[in-house]
Each structure stands twice: as C-alpha cells, then as structure tokens.
Nanobody, 116 residues
Framework: QVQLVESGGGLVQAGGSLRLSCVAS????????MAWYRQAPGKERELVAA???????NYADSVKGRFTVSRDNAHNTVYLRMNSLKPEDTAVYYCNADFALFGAKWGQGTQVTVSS
C-alpha cells in the first residue's frame, strides 16, 4: 500500500506565508502527477496546483503569482509554497498523488487558516 502525509498547515495573518509538505511512502513504484487541492467550509474541493512527473505545472487562477508547487522525486515529496496569503485561502489543504498500481490517493489534509 501507499500513503500520503501532509504537514505545514497552521494559523497565519493575511499577507503571511506558509509552506506545505506532502510525503508519499509505502510500496511506491512510480508516481505520476502530484497535486494540492483545498476545501473551504461549505464549498467543493478544488484544485490549487498540480505538477506532473514531467512537464509544466498548473495553478488555479486564484493563486497564480502567489503559490508555487514543486516536487522532489528522490524523496517522493511535493511542496506548496504559499505567499501573500488571504483570508479566502482558508481551507483544509489535501495532497493528491497518482500512483502506478494503486491509482490516485489522498492525504488526510492539513488546516490553513488566514486571519484578517
């Protein structure tokens, strides 16, 4: 089996920064895409940023220019650097990865709260 564990969430003031990390572990043969999603209270889960195994990253329009997604394939880790945070960025952030043999998996989520 495989699993994803996120870390790095917390409470920050508007304009501040956070970096989220997500580490994949288990019987990993290959990871295709890795991505970050978020879900705010009362809203649907939405894609924030994605980074395929090869190729360019993509971002939600609402975070372009403020968030940066990156991955370290040697350590099966994906990061999300979040700058200039806004109260509307408050949500539970979830890591998602598409594994060979196991398919897409989700992490447990990490809370990000941005105070005004």
């Amino acid at each position: 089996q495989v699993q994803l564990v996120e870390s790095g969430g917390g409470l920050v003031q508007a304009g501040g920064s956070l970096r989220l990390s997500c580490v994949a572990s288990g019987s990993i043969f290959k990871i295709y895409s890795m991505a970050w999603y978020r879900q705010a209270p009362g809203k649907e889960r939405e894609l924030v940023a994605a980074v395929p195994s090869g190729g360019s990253t993509n971002y939600a329009d609402s975070v372009k220019g403020r968030f940066t997604v990156s991955r370290d394939n040697a350590h099966n880790t994906v990061y999300l650097r979040m700058n200039s945070l806004k109260p509307e960025d408050t949500a539970v952030y979830y890591c998602n990865a598409d594994f060979a043999l196991f398919g897409a998996k989700w992490g447990q989520g990490t809370q990000v709260t941005v105070s005004s």
